[in-house]
């Protein structure tokens, strides 16, 4: 079950250079990062809503929204910073050096918030192993990256 699971983050991974490129194209029609990423947002969260209210998946409860921590509020908004950033890089740095450089991001801030066990995630110690995983991917953006310039 656990490689199952894993499947499926890389299953909605690989959506996200489809995404950028979708988003990229929508910013080309309306002419501004923050419309297209509201735009964008609304579909996304009209088809939560239409999710949750089937409970297809789950029937939680939107009445604990106040039981959440400030922080947990934030998630939105880097969602969108996110989003925003890969539309404007994506012209200059290109597809695989945009992916590269936002899964370095998320494996810094991610092995941080595990070896401290920050924001609720279980605490997993960071290791010789996770900084030397860590360096593999640095170099690989930088690769990519310097691909992308020469290119």
Known sequence: ???LVLA????AGAGIPVQV?????FEKAVQSPAW???LAFAIGAAAMALLAATGWLDRGRLSGVTAAPWWA???GLLSAWAVIASILALPQAGM???VAATVFG????SVILDHFGWMDVPLIRLDWLR???AVYLFTGMLMIHHTTESG
């Open 106 to 109: 998320q494996l810094v801030a």
């Open 36 to 38: 297209t990423v509201a």
């Open 131 to 133: 900084v030397c995983g």
């Open 1 to 3: 079950m656990r490689y």
């Open 73 to 75: 509020w934030v998630g």
């Open 8 to 11: 499926l983050v890389v299953f």
């Open 21 to 25: 490129a979708a988003n990229k194209r």
């Open 96 to 98: 695989a050096a945009v």
